[in-house]
């Protein structure tokens, strides 16, 4: 007669994984090893140090609920074991072969985990602010990578750090992380560029250190038609700049010039954006296929971010759909909300579709964004825009609004913004300037952003006219 039932199924790590079941039993899952038996439909939970031999594990199998048998063998993959400590998923055999209990052995972080040689967590400046389950999920599955032991790969392009993270397979990346200290010119550059003296980046009017802050700002301004994003809602942007948010993350394959050590002290903050699948770059093919509404999301989002750095090389190309659609997705915001227009520069200027008038969709897009609001928004997730940089985002987003009411193209809206040369000022340059020539020291900031505003009207109604 047989005492013991059939195996432990598969499902039983899940209760045994359930809130309060340990508890019952007055278990901790600290201790070394659990073993649970499942005897005469029963469930029966055991300790096992590591240090118990195999004869003072067997004699404790014959107290639990009166199972004896005279002779016991344990085996562990189809061979018994003799000798040694128990470490494994065991078997025990009757005299007669009869009574068979496979036992489920749960191991402790203690005794057969592995030691993390990496960390990563979310940066959370808001504690009132629940991050964004699509947020959450990226960093679960970047986590996820680093634990089955798949390492960052550093990118050989840019002028910064940036690193590839992998998921699970190791055959896919999940995300790419840029820490602050690896920005270029900043302290721990990869790329043995030489440090900032007087902290401004490689364009005129940012900041070294303040590219991750720029990068997750871009993604929370690029909110769907409907408005900003809310948890737990995360839909797509308008113009689609990936899932970003602000990690601290320790892995001894970033750039460590000065060695490295499992510590916190060797933790880098950085951005960490959603990895988005391609067939390449707009520099990798001709402009003449990318659609007009791709091409004009992606003018909203610079003209109004007066982004400094809009080139082929960070609009990504991928194909959507059985039908092969092409979309664009716009990547590398760390040189938006500069403090100054000197270098704004955008790439889709010089092609056709920006010269194509803007679609209702888009200008009732336009129409509704607010730069107050805005600026409110980014400092409640965290960051104070500095002034200057507020100062420049506020008359971006009024160039934006005014000149696509106007019925003013892409290009027309984007040539007043960016100069024709380096060394000639660009219109909207010209109009700051003649505002501060109105300036006293009596002149407060809303008063300034009125002037600009008058003279951007005249300005924008000559471009009407011509």
Request: hydrophobic share 35%.
């Amino acid at each position: 007669m047989s005492f013991a039932s059939v195996a432990l199924c598969p499902a039983l790590e899940e209760v045994v994984n359930f809130p309060g079941f340990v508890g019952r039993f007055g278990l901790s899952l600290d201790d070394p090893i659990l073993i649970f038996l499942n005897i005469a439909e029963s469930l029966n939970p055991m300790r096992v140090m590591e240090s118990d031999s195999l004869a003072s594990v067997k004699l404790r199998f014959q107290s639990i609920k009166g199972f004896f048998v005279k002779k016991q063998k344990l085996f562990y993959d189809g061979r018994e074991l003799a000798r040694g400590y128990v470490h494994h998923e065991l078997t025990l055999d009757g005299e007669n072969g009869e009574n068979v209990i496979h036992l489920l052995i749960k191991n402790s972080s203690k005794v057969l985990a592995k030691p993390k040689d990496f960390s990563m967590e979310p940066v959370a400046v808001n504690r009132e602010i629940e991050l964004l389950a699509l947020l959450k999920d990226l960093i679960s599955s970047t986590i996820e990578g680093l634990e089955k032991g798949n390492a960052p790969i550093k990118s050989s392009d840019g002028s910064g750090g940036a690193y590839f993270m992998q998921d699970q397979s190791g055959h896919k990346y999940v995300s790419v992380f840029k820490p602050i200290d690896e920005e270029p010119m900043a302290v721990n550059n990869p790329h043995g560029q030489p440090l900032s003296l007087d902290g401004e980046g490689l364009k005129k009017g940012t900041q070294v250190g303040e590219g991750a802050f720029r990068e997750v700002a871009a993604y929370l301004l690029d909110y769907p038609i409907t408005g900003p994003r809310s948890s737990p809602h995360d839909q797509p942007g308008f113009a689609g700049v990936p899932p970003t948010t602000m990690v601290k993350c320790l892995h001894k394959d970033f750039n460590h010039p000065n060695g490295y050590s499992f510590s916190q002290e060797n933790a880098k903050i950085g951005s960490l954006q959603m990895f988005v699948s391609n067939v390449g770059t707009c520099e990798d093919m001709g402009y003449g296929v990318f659609p007009v509404d791709q091409v004009h999301k992606i003018s909203v989002l610079d003209i109004r971010l007066a982004n400094a750095d809009r080139h082929g090389g960070n609009i990504l190309v991928s194909r959507d759909g059985n039908d092969g659609q092409i979309v664009l997705t716009p990547i590398d915001h760390g040189y938006c909300f500069p403090n100054k227009f000197e270098d704004c520069t955008f790439e889709w200027l010089y092609w056709p579709q920006a010269k194509e008038p803007y679609s209702s969709e888009t200008l009732e897009y336009i129409k509704a964004l607010d730069a107050e609001e805005d600026i409110e928004l980014l400092r409640f997730h965290g960051w104070e825009i500095p002034p200057s940089c507020a100062r420049v985002f506020r008359i971006s987003t009024m160039l934006l609004k005014k000149g696509a009411a106007k019925g003013l193209t892409p290009f027309a809206i984007g040539s007043i913004m960016c100069r024709e040369t380096l060394e000639k000022e660009s219109v909207i340059e010209q109009i700051i300037y003649d505002a501060e020539a109105m300036w006293s020291p009596e002149t407060t900031e809303e008063e300034f952003i009125s002037t600009v505003s008058a003279i951007m009207d005249r300005c924008l109604d000559q471009c009407s006219l011509n």
